[in-house]
């Protein structure tokens, strides 16, 4: 009899753990079914900001360019690269006698509504920028959820006059250009007509459209940012031409600089 009531009692508790078992087992998928669903809802919620960036029509914002006594916002451009970037481009122009200095391009980002979405300013990496000069600038807009709110975009610039006269004189010569597999090489050269030695050199190529308007900018690497008078050094400058850059049907550079300024002894 005892052996009987212990076989009872070992099928009694063998079901019990049987149904425990299957008790926690339905517990765990429930608990990985959940989580599988909220990566679902992660990945749908993506799936509608790259839905809202496909909606955004840049070509509809206008773009407003102001000018001031001795100074022109021209040639801008704004548009959406292929890594889903919002670029704001142009280029600063000193229609003036006198020189520039303390150099900012201002921007007011504006929605249908009127509001302000976003007011910034850039700096321009040059101290100075002489009379004539053309001083190519870009923005990244970094706040994907409000592009579509974008209606307009104002550009500006603030600046000082800077009267002293420069001693230096670089100027840039293109001697050629040419296709090397995937490649557009300029080839040219930097020569300082100046009486004067020159430093903080840098040397800027803008690429414009068919509208003129500035589509991307590339500096050039050179090889020494000081030059002694009549001194004059070559420049290679090279341009990938995959699917990521923008079209363009030609280019311009532009060099900036300062004066050495002497110690007396």
Known sequence: MTSVNKKKHFKHLFFIAA????????????????????????????????????????????????????????????????????????????????????????????????TSILETAIPIPVNYLKSGAKYPFHYYYGDRQKYIEISAIKVGVNYKEYNNNFKGNPIVEIEDYFYRDQYLIIQGRVINLGKEKIKNLKLLCTFYDGREKVVFIKECYLKRVKMMPSEEQVFTLEILLDEYLEEFTHYSFEIFFEDEIRVSA
């Open 19 to 114: 149904s425990l078992l299957i008790i926690i087992s339905i517990i765990l998928i429930g608990s990985c079914t959940q989580d599988a669903e909220i990566v679902v809802i992660q990945k749908s919620g993506q799936n509608d900001d790259s839905g809202e960036l496909y909606l955004f029509d840049y070509k509809k914002i206008n773009v407003e360019s102001t000018s001031s006594i001795g100074a022109e916002i021209k040639n801008c451009n704004a548009y959406i690269d292929l890594y889903g970037d919002f670029i704001v481009l142009g280029e600063l122009e000193n229609t003036s006698r006198t020189t520039k200095t303390d150099i900012e391009i201002t921007l007011s980002f504006i929605s249908r509504e009127g």
